[in-house]
């Protein structure tokens, strides 16, 4: 098929609004502390919800793209995103923020499943690789700019009038003064309904899905669950997403309790570094992993990760505002070498498995609940010391893991 370079370009604006409405959750929790008065386990009832939409849509999702294709699919997913944002952005109580996460979030995890085959197909299957590194940095830059965004927003509407820009005056019309941080949804809410328009008047094409990108059949996902192997590899994506949500969302909480910063500045520009540096991270882990084993490299940046995260939590305040985006620096190639051992690790069912791995993009819901749990009863650095046990299973992946087929490195061709 002919490359649709409008099609690809689509594609990568997706990933940038997916992103942009994913990782607001951790900028945003002190506000909704202070906001609400809500306890530590409480607020992690935010990302419980967004994430535990992934388990519950990831494989339901495949199935739908197989029965109607991406494109209703992808009108969907924003129109899930629209409706979650607007409920919030109009009646911002806790328990419809909750709820409402979960609505978006199940959008989310649904276009996830139906824009990588989109953009195979799209950019075309020999541009593959390089479209999906290029994605991930799109992906990567819009987790750095939306705390940012939500820190100029939150700073500016404290402005007096005249010196307002209409559109800051417009969000601080919208905005309930005791809750500054509703203004960012009706970012998000604006952004769905630019989507939804763009998709309804763009020609998707037709994917051909490959058998590595099917949803598969009841009895395929019977079969990876019989094996040991499969359960490892979910309880380590688990664990990773886990690891990286449960650091990212409780960066500026962390940051108050024991450094008081302002979390609406210094702490959403750590939260906005840490997504950053990962991106940049994965730049390097490209490089390394054409002259390094995976399992290799997976190892030496866990140690790195687990350096950076006791230097994180007892450390200075100095330290720590160095630290925490560093533990997102080494987490950057962690969810790519899981994924890739994973589905290298058998021979058939790829699409299957690949739903299962998906499912386990929950661990980013239950782990910052543990947390905050752990935090409410014996102080928040004791709770985010849980993640010790979280980046140790990513760890011991480089150690057992025993694919069928390693990355090829410099070496091999040698």
Known sequence: MARNRYMVGLVFLIFFVMSFLTNIPGTIIPDIITGFGVSLTVVALLPFFFFSAY????????????????????????????????????????LVTIISSFVIG???????????????????????????????????????????????????????????????RLLARLTP?????????????AACVAMVAILSLSRVPRVERKEDEQAGSLSMYRELLRKPMVWLFFGCVFAYVGSEQGTANWISQFLVNYHHVNPDTTGAATVSLFWGLLTLGCLLGMLLLKIFDSRGVLIAFSIAALICLTAALFGSAKVSLVAFPLVGF?????WPVISSLALNSVSEYHGSFAGILCTG?????????????????????????????????????GFWAKPLITNATIRDKK
């Open 55 to 94: 388990g519950v849509m990831s494989i339901p999702a495949g199935f739908l793209v197989d029965r109607y294709s991406e494109k209703p699919v992808m009108v969907f997913s924003f129109v899930a995103g629209l409706v979650g944002s607007l409920s919030i952005a109009l009646h911002p109580t806790f």
């Open 106 to 168: 199940a959008g989310m995890a649904s276009l996830q499943v139906a824009i990588n085959p989109l953009l195979r197909v799209a950019g075309g299957e020999e541009h593959f690789a390089f479209n999906s590194a290029f994605a991930q940095l799109v992906f990567g830059a819009a987790s750095f700019l939306s705390p940012r965004v939500y820190s100029y927003i939150v700073a500016h509407q404290g402005a007096a009038a005249g010196g307002r820009s209409g559109f800051l």
């Open 177 to 189: 003064g005791n809750f500054p941080w509703v203004s960012i949804y009706w970012i998000f809410a």
């Open 330 to 334: 080494f987490a950057s190639i962690m």
């Open 361 to 397: 993009i929950m661990g980013g819901a239950v782990v910052p609940v543990i947390i905050g749990r752990l935090g409410d009863n014996f102080g928040l650095r004791t709770g985010m010391s849980f993640l010790y046990l979280t980046f140790g299973c990513v760890l011991s992946v």
